[in-house]
Nanobody
Framework: QVQLVESGGGLVQAGGSLRLSCAASGLTFSTYTMAWFRQAPGKEREFVAAISRRDGRTNYADSVKGRFTISRDNAENSVYLQMNSLKSEDTAVYYC?????????????????WGQGTQVTVSS
């Protein structure tokens, strides 16, 4: 079955950087659009970024544009989220998600494969 495993979360000061990784298995990775979502305490899970399966098309939430970069390595079955200039409001559990499609969805309901999440805490 499909398995997505996130790593790279942790505690960082405001203005700092973190790089999240998501390792995928049990799927033909290059046929899947990959995405990152996040969920802060008491809030709904929200879209962060997504990347197409082969041609590098991306979508970003307005709140992270210019600070976060999503990338993927199809040879390594992995997707990454480089997070720079972190703010306290970026504190959340970050989830990796996948869907076998050519569309770079931002809608949470379009994704049917999910990881367990990794905690990112930004101290101010």
């Amino acid at each position: 079955q499909v398995q997505l495993v996130e790593s790279g979360g942790g505690l960082v000061q405001a203005g700092g950087s973190l790089r999240l990784s998501c390792a995928a298995s049990g799927l033909t990775f290059s046929t899947y659009t990959m995405a990152w979502f996040r969920q802060a305490p008491g809030k709904e899970r929200e879209f962060v970024a997504a990347i197409s399966r082969r041609d590098g098309r991306t979508n970003y939430a307005d709140s992270v544009k210019g600070r976060f970069t999503i990338s993927r390595d199809n040879a390594e079955n992995s997707v990454y989220l480089q997070m720079n200039s972190l703010k306290s409001e970026d504190t959340a559990v970050y989830y990796c998600a996948a869907r076998e499609t050519i569309v770079v969805y931002t809608n949470i309901n379009k994704y049917n494969c999910w990881g367990q999440g990794t905690q990112v805490t930004v101290s101010s």
